[in-house]
Each structure stands twice: as structure tokens, then as C-alpha cells.
């Protein structure tokens, strides 16, 4: 199929297929006449791609993980890649949900000005309230920081 029908069937545009194609995550043939020519698997492709970045896995993850031949997936392959990834997402939301936590308490902190107290005198009372650790900054379990710097290790490696 050509470029024009296989974008009206995802819809996305041609320009981003034609990208995929460069970054050699779809393949297409050229025609005598230099047009790209697509398999059907082609919709299939590229439905996968979108759906591998709603599941928050970059360009160069999907490159890693998805074959140019639908044929010669690598099922160990990608068990390993998706279990990382559920590992990365619980490690982000952990940290996510301290990062809440504190601000919110921050949040709660500076609210709790007293009313003759001007911004600049409530400012200082919370600095000396966090350093006192009365304020308590989010932290992470070690097996969080082990996935996070296992994930920005992936992410040099492979980008």
C-alpha cells in the first residue's frame, strides 16, 4: 500500500511514517518509480509503536524490542524489556507519590502562616522548620534508586 492509504488507516501523518522509516522502525519498499511501498503488517507496526509509547518506552526502546521482521521476535527478549519497564514505572511512582507528599506537607507548612506574620518572617520560620527536619524531604528505598539508575543506564546505552 502507499504512504497516503497507510496514513489514512492509522492516522497518522506521512511525515511521521516517513520518520519511523528513517529511525528504521517500519520498513517499506521503493517501487521503479521511487514510491514506498508498504505491507499490510505495516498498520500493525506502527499501531505497536504508538502503543509501546503510550506505555512510556522511547524511540530507541521500541527500536530495540521491535524486529523489522514481524517473524524474529525475541520472546526472552521482550518478557525482560516489559518487566524492566513495570520495574521503572513502580520506581517513578514511588517517587512520585514522596514528592507529593512532601509538597504537601510544604504546602501545609507555609499555609500555616500566622496571621501577623508577613511572607518574608514565614519564609524563614519554614527554612528553619526543614532544617530542623521538622519538614521531611521524600526518600527513596534503595531498590528504587537501583531501578532508576538501571533505566538511565539503558537510556545512555541505548540512546
Given at each position: 500500500m502507499k504512504i497516503g492509504e497507510l496514513a489514512q488507516r492509522t492516522g497518522l501523518a506521512a511525515s511521521r511514517i516517513r520518520f519511523y522509516e528513517d529511525i528504521g522502525l517500519l520498513k517499506a519498499e521503493r517501487e521503479?518509480?521511487?514510491?514506498?511501498?508498504?505491507?499490510?503488517?505495516?498498520?500493525?507496526?506502527?499501531?505497536?509503536?504508538a502503543a509501546a509509547q503510550q506505555a512510556g518506552f522511547s524511540l530507541d526502546e521500541i527500536r530495540i524490542l521491535m524486529?523489522?521482521?514481524?517473524?524474529?521476535?525475541?520472546?526472552?527478549?521482550?518478557i525482560e524489556t516489559l518487566r524492566a519497564k513495570v520495574q521503572e514505572i513502580e520506581a517513578m511512582q514511588?517517587?512520585?507519590?514522596?514528592?507529593?507528599?512532601?509538597?504537601?506537607?510544604?504546602?501545609?507548612?507555609?499555609?500555616?502562616?500566622?496571621?501577623?506574620?508577613?511572607?518574608?518572617?514565614?519564609?524563614?520560620?519554614?527554612?528553619?522548620?526543614?532544617?530542623?527536619?521538622?519538614?521531611?524531604?521524600?526518600?527513596?528505598?534503595?531498590?528504587?534508586?537501583?531501578?532508576?539508575?538501571?533505566?538511565k543506564r539503558r537510556a545512555v546505552k541505548h540512546g
Open positions: 521503479p518509480n521511487g514510491y514506498r511501498s508498504y505491507s499490510p503488517e505495516a498498520v500493525l507496526v506502527l499501531e505497536l509503536i524486529p523489522l521482521d514481524m517473524e524474529q521476535w525475541q520472546h526472552g527478549t521482550l514511588t517517587r512520585l507519590a514522596q514528592s507529593k507528599a512532601h509538597l504537601v506537607a510544604l504546602l501545609a507548612e507555609i499555609d500555616a502562616k500566622p496571621a501577623d506574620m508577613d511572607c518574608s518572617a514565614n519564609a524563614k520560620r519554614v527554612m528553619s522548620r526543614i532544617r530542623a527536619g521538622q519538614v521531611k524531604a521524600p526518600t527513596l528505598v534503595p531498590a528504587d534508586v537501583t531501578t532508576l539508575r538501571k533505566a
